[in-house]
């Protein structure tokens, strides 16, 4: 039986800290991605949209030879798949920083940045 001394963490002090330091690296990252920009394109380039880790919109650019007053159908689709490439590309380095916080461990509720944790 060991003797405890009074005072003196027992073996979960270094964990806590080691906690306490991982919670502090992920509240950081998690900041740093939130204003962190991403943009994708589409349309070989037609559309331009850059987004932030929140999933806010902060630009859109649209070439003025795309806009057809005819054709609004592909303007639209242009827009919708680079709004969802550049909220994909903010998902994935969510995921990729927060990984390397966690070590690779799987805490529920820090999925994808879809809900900022």
Not at 85 to 103: H, I, L, N, Q, S
């Amino acid at each position: 039986m060991k003797a405890r001394i009074p005072g003196q963490p027992q073996g979960g002090g270094n964990m806590m800290k080691r906690l306490q330091e991982m919670q502090e690296n992920m509240q950081n990252v998690q900041e740093e991605l939130a204003v962190a920009e991403y943009t994708a394109c589409s349309g070989g380039g037609a559309v331009d949209v850059t987004v932030n880790g929140s999933h806010e919109i902060k630009q859109i650019k649209i070439k003025p030879e795309v806009v057809d007053p005819e054709d609004v159908e592909m303007l639209e689709d242009m827009l919708v798949a680079a709004l969802n490439e550049a909220m994909r590309k903010a998902d994935e380095a969510a995921e990729r920083e927060m990984g390397k916080v966690t070590g690779g461990l799987n805490i529920p509720g820090l999925g994808g940045m879809g809900g900022m944790f």
